[in-house]
């Protein structure tokens, strides 16, 4: 089992900038790839940017290229979503996620998931 703690969350304007950080614990060992995802109320969860925990590679939803950053520190077995130039649209529940294996961007092809923090972006 792999436990995800998220924290970072909360109200920022427009414009401005926040740093999730996702801490894991447990079986960390088996994690391949790491991710967020975010659900606004009504929607369905949707893929935000996830990070390959060996090499270091990054994806991203074109919706965030270019504003957020996902990192990772393996000493920590923390992964961070810096993002930068929110907007109102970017107003979710933010949840961070891991798989053992390699995988597309549906949250199901995640095996844990965190509790989720909420941001919340004002126009």
């Known amino acids: 089992q792999v436990q995800l703690v998220e924290s970072g969350g909360g109200l920022v304007q427009a414009g401005g900038s926040l740093r999730l950080t996702c801490a894991a614990s447990?079986?960390?060992?088996?994690?391949?790839?790491m991710g967020w995802f975010r659900q606004a109320p009504g929607k369905e969860h949707e893929f935000v940017a996830a990070?390959?925990?060996?090499?270091?590679?990054?994806y991203y939803v074109d919706s965030v290229k270019g504003r957020f950053t996902i990192s990772r520190e393996n000493a920590k077995n923390t992964v961070a979503l810096q993002m930068n130039s929110l907007k109102p649209e970017d107003t979710a529940v933010y949840y961070c996620?891991?798989?053992?294996?390699?995988?597309?961007?549906?949250?199901?092809?995640?095996?844990?998931w965190g509790q989720g923090t909420q941001v919340t972006v004002s126009s």
């Open positions: 990070i390959i925990w060996s090499s270091g590679s990054t």
């Open positions: 447990g079986r960390t060992y088996s994690t391949y790839r």
């Open positions: 996620a891991a798989a053992h294996g390699p995988g597309g961007t549906n949250w199901y092809s995640y095996n844990y």
